[in-house]
């Protein structure tokens, strides 16, 4: 066993995460700036990001990015196109911009013109219809709600191999959402003083970030195993470390994310603070793709 | 990235399976009885070969990488053994810190398990405040004497050496003035009074009373007034939960528990059932990131951090599932309760993780 990224693993999430601190919104304020969306949009479709399935990357290599765009808050569609990508690769001629629907919802589908459905192993593809109004300011769902068009059959493996991944790059969405909040948290908690000391001086606080800091370590490692299995263990082996994983770093996410509000005090309530930002995307990416606490203990007896 | 054994480390997995088949039920895993037999266990386990499989073969180690020691914890608890007798911080600290000579005259007894061992650090008036220790080592002729009092030593009743830390220079600031020794527990003016857990177990760990317990200078552990340094060597390595070979009995625990259940797992086991998954993983990720040459420093606390959650949520699953009246379990849950305090407590850890990690100073 050797749990270590590759060099050119390391090399992919660095350009990822360049990308992002580059183009991604560092304040509530730049949400709102479309000129940087639209360089950030470029930026995205030029790396291949999007296609990285179709040109034969490892579920590794989607969650690094994953992890990284959501570090960033990037808010142009990531996780829809490459788990669309996964389904039906790159189409002759297609110049639309696909995503998927979970739940009769196009998720992540901003700019997005066409919608993959999957009904047991049956494909069907559709329009995006209209905005639907979410919690996530980072990422916008859609209505899916046909005319839709078959697409064949996907084969049983893949249609499971598929579920893990969405699985797997939500939980790498939760990680890197984690470890944006907590960065902001200690940030803050470095400047702002009350009682003549910084706040993070203070145990009250900074153990609220320690506690923070190692579910984040947590999570780090069960994603990767989760990224890793989604290509060599069994499909349904496969669902499972990615069940485990969702589990694990959706409860992490939540508890960082809600640490980061607290430690942001007053502030951490407004909607100018980047916090809730990261706990909206947060609850969201829980939302997605979603496993139920009892569906871990499936197996274990 | 592999979670798969190699070959090497699957041929490895395979012979040791088979010797436990063979040695399946003869060593009680829990209560006095473990305690009182577990240096039998060690001295079987280092005969077959598995045991000191990471540490130098110069001291009578196999100087395999350390994910093998994940392997050897991971059959263990598969096979229902006792998990291995945790050294690996005190051969650490001697490693790192002890000359060569010292290295070679104790070291080997230590891995073989022809000798047992045990750490006096702590004291009644010090604890997390290590530094703040009053035992005291006074020179006199080729010797030094010392006077004070240890407490909760783990193994304190059976050990035949003792790495104690005491204070050599009053006069010198606190982490200055310490200096560590190997002692002899075999002499007189080493008196061992038992200690009884809250669980019953009896023979765990002891008080130790030092009165004029005589040391040869040459058994002082690197220079006069070091012995702070080696103090943290130890119980940075105390902190990784790959040293400490637990990590692979909580799932172990785990199934177990949920082979009791009927119908639908409670949320307090599928919670804990995840989180011993996640450190099984964490445990992987952080021994491959050894094979970089990455020490871990204030990281192990993170480690320890996570290792104590995950202990604890199994032993409220215990409880969830069997109750108090199960001796086996409400055991185990007793015995979480000291992993947030031995090898430092929780609150110590996020100290450090808060100003050494993430730089949130005073
Ligand atoms: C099962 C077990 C085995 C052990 N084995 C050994 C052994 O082999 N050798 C050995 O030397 N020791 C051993 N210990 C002792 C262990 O290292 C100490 O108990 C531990 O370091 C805590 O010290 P204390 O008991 O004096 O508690 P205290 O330091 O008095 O702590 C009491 C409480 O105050 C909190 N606290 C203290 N200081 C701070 C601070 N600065 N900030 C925030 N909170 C603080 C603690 O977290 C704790 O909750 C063992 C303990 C146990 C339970």
Known sequence: ?301 | MDFRDSPEEAAFRERLRDWLGGVAGKYPTSGDEYWARQGEWHAELYRAGFFGLSWPKEYGGQELPPVYDVILDEELAIAGSPPRPSLGYLIQGLGHHASPELCRRFLPGMIDGSQRWCQGFSEPGAGSDLASLTTTATPDGDDYVIHGHKIWTSYSDVADWCLVLARTDPEAPRHKGISAFVLSMKQPGVEQRPLEMMSGVTTEFGQVLFDGARVPADQMVGAPGEGWKLAMTVVGHEREPSTLGYAARYGKLVRQLAARTEGVIPDDLAWAAVQAEMLRLHVRRRLSEQLDGVTHGPQGSLDKLLMTWVDQSVGHAALAVAGTGDQEMFGSYLYSRAQSVMGGTSQIQKNIIAARILGLGA
Request: some cysteine; hydrophobic content about 45%.
């Open chain 1, 1 to 301: 066993m050797d749990v270590r990224l590759t060099s050119e693993q390391r090399q992919l999430r660095d350009a990822a995460a360049k990308l992002a601190d580059e183009l991604g919104p560092g304040s509530v304020l730049d949400l709102a700036d479309s000129k940087r969306r639209t360089r950030l949009e470029d930026a995205v479709s030029g790396t291949g990001f999007r296609e990285l399935r179709s040109d034969g990357a490892s579920g590794v290599e989607v969650a690094l990015v994953a992890q990284e765009f959501a570090r960033g808050l990037v808010d142009v569609p990531f996780l829809g196109p490459v788990l669309a990508d996964d389904l039906q690769g790159r189409l002759d001629g297609d110049t639309g911009l696909w995503t998927v629907a979970d739940t009769g919802i196009a998720i992540d589908a901003a700019g997005c013109d066409r919608v993959l459905r999957l009904d047991g192993t049956e494909l069907f593809a559709g329009p995006v219809g209209d905005a639907v109004a979410g919690a996530d300011l980072t990422r916008l769902a859609a209505a899916a709600g046909g005319p839709w068009e078959s697409r064949g059959d996907i084969s049983d493996g893949h249609r499971d191999r598929w579920r893990a991944l969405a699985l797997t790059a939500t939980c790498a969405d939760l990680v890197g959402v984690a470890r944006g909040a907590q960065r902001l948290a200690v940030e803050y908690a470095k400047v702002r003083a009350q009682y003549g000391n910084t706040i993070g001086s203070y145990q009250a606080v900074g153990h609220l970030l320690a506690e923070s800091e190692a579910l984040i370590e947590g999570s780090i490692s069960v994603l990767w195993h989760a990224a890793w299995a989604v290509d060599e263990l069994d499909p349904p082996e496969a669902l499972r470390a990615a069940r485990i994983a969702k589990i694990y770093t959706a409860r992490a996410a939540r508890t960082v994310c809600e640490t980061a509000v607290q430690v942001h005090g007053g502030i951490g309530n407004t909607w100018e603070c980047l916090a809730h930002v990261y706990l909206r995307r947060a609850l969201v990416s829980t939302e997605l793709f979603p496993v139920r606490l009892e569906e871990a203990g499936l197996g274990l007896s």
